[in-house]
């Protein structure tokens, strides 16, 4: 079975604040700056990222052509069963790509699996409970945003490989958390 791992980067341009539950939902307004995935079979483990203009409809489904399921943390576009909500990737892809991937793609969203456990915040709170380490521990979505609107004003690469590498990391702790999970 081929598994893809994904997770965005977004540059919010609407007119709500972070603190704000409409910030979330406003699925049209955060463009898609980095999509990462993670494809794993038997035999491979390939990573590909989509940067900025790169994230087509067309550059994304040739990224996860031939995948059986698609893991997110808090990525679903159809609500989850214990709470009722929609999460953040899927719906952002679906109003910027046209493409509604949990209906398209058998999906495993890591965030009611957690809240199952009683473990409940972002993807890094919920690491850090579990032990999990990271190498840019301080580093959120707000920075990403951040730092891509830095990279586009400045055209500075070394801005451009901070967020890459982010993102990288994000993806490949979605593995490192299902993993966690499983054991408990």
């Known amino acids: 079975m081929k598994v893809a791992y994904l997770d965005i980067e977004t540059n919010y341009i609407g007119q709500f604040k972070s603190d704000d539950d409409r910030f979330f939902r406003d699925s049209r307004n955060h463009l898609i700056t980095v999509l990462g995935v993670r494809l794993l079979d038997k035999d491979s483990d390939v990573f590909v990222q989509l940067f900025d203009k790169e994230v087509t409809k067309a550059n994304l489904a040739k990224a996860l052509e031939g995948i059986t399921k698609i893991v997110t943390y808090n990525g679903r576009s159809i609500p989850d069963p214990l709470k009722k909500r929609v999460g953040f990737d899927f719906p952002v892809i679906a109003a910027q ?11 495993l969203d890591l965030c009611p699996e957690c809240w199952k456990r009683n473990l409940y915040g972002g993807l890094k709170k919920v690491e850090q409970k579990l032990g999990l380490r990271r190498q840019f521990p301080d580093r959120e979505g707000a920075w990403a945003m ?3 609107r830095a990279y586009v004003k400045t055209g500075d690469e070394k801005l451009r490989s901070e967020l890459l590498a982010y993102n990288r990391e994000d993806v490949f702790m979605l593995r490192e958390l299902e993993l966690k999970l499983a054991k408990l």
């Open 97 to 107: 790509l046209g493409i509604v991937l949990d209906k398209e793609y058998q999906h």
């Open 146 to 148: 951040e730092t891509f």
